[in-house]
């Protein structure tokens, strides 16, 4: 387990060939920067190793799946280059997903916003609760989704896309997410929910381990070019972060949080 200083963690467990990755922090399953390193670290380990078919990313806890950056980190941000780096965090897990020759689970047992939504577009394959609303509220603190945005697209299309960025302050629903193709299944409950995710890994551990790394270059056909796109992206969200519009609208958020 890799812990950091203020109670958050990335936790890997592989066992029968699955590989579960699962982050945690107590602000909501927010994502500072060493929590999205380490997440980067584990992915690309897991996608290398021997022992492992198939990988599970989770979230610890009842409640929120991920609620996106870390606002005191965000606050604390003093230039572009500090910026740059903060948001290269999250292209950086999703790079590292997008180019894992193993499929990715997600298990998505609530809210997801922000960087949280680039994370569940980012698996293969979503299980998500019924209660797993989405919101992507980087506008409504003046950046935009600008480096999860490449990667919630492609899953759901640029018309929703357009709708979750710019109405960003409102909460749409696990069946909408469903239906445009952001989560494949949704379930009633944990205990369906996990059932389900238990039932494909089993199936997936059986199959051509080969097999399944060419189909992962099928699906990600097309995004060969995201390492240097999400680095600038993230580039820009690193100077918008800067503004004193952004940093009032996370001190607001901050206080009624």
Not at 27 to 33: A, K, R, V, W
Not at 102 to 120: L, M, Q, S, W
Not at 140 to 152: E, L, Q
Not at 184 to 205: F, N
């Amino acid at each position: 387990m890799i812990e950091n200083i203020k109670g958050g963690y990335v936790k890997v467990e592989t066992h029968r060939a699955i590989t579960t990755i699962e982050f945690f922090h107590p602000q909501s399953n927010s994502l500072p920067g060493k929590i999205l390193d380490d997440l980067a670290k584990e992915i690309h380990s897991a996608g290398a190793s021997e022992e492992s078919r198939m990988i599970v990313i989770r979230s610890g806890g009842e409640g929120v799946f991920c609620s996106g950056a870390s606002f005191n980190e965000l606050i604390a941000i003093q230039n572009e280059e500090e910026g740059r780096k903060f948001f290269s965090g999250f292209a950086n897990v999703i790079n590292e997903m997008r180019k894992c020759p193993k499929f990715i689970i997600g298990r998505i047992h609530g809210k997801c916003v922000g960087g949280g939504v680039g994370v569940a577009a980012a698996v293969d394959y979503a299980i998500a609760l019924e209660n797993a609303d989405v919101r992507l509220s980087e506008l409504a603190i003046g950046i935009g989704p600008f480096v999860v945005g490449p990667v919630v697209e492609r899953k759901i299309g640029l018309s929703a896309f357009a709708q979750l960025s710019i109405d960003a302050s409102t909460w749409r629903t696990a069946k909408w997410a469903k239906k445009r193709g952001l989560f494949a299944e949704i379930h009633p409950s944990v205990e369906a929910m996990d059932e389900a995710i238990g039932r494909l890994t089993m199936q997936l551990v059986h199959y051509h381990p080969l097999a399944m790394a060419e189909m992962k270059k099928v699906f990600w056909a097309g995004t060969e070019h995201w390492d240097s796109l999400l680095a600038e992206r993230a580039a820009i969200s690193g100077k918008l972060v800067l503004s004193e519009f952004t940093r009032e609208a996370i001190r607001k958020f901050k206080t009624r949080s």
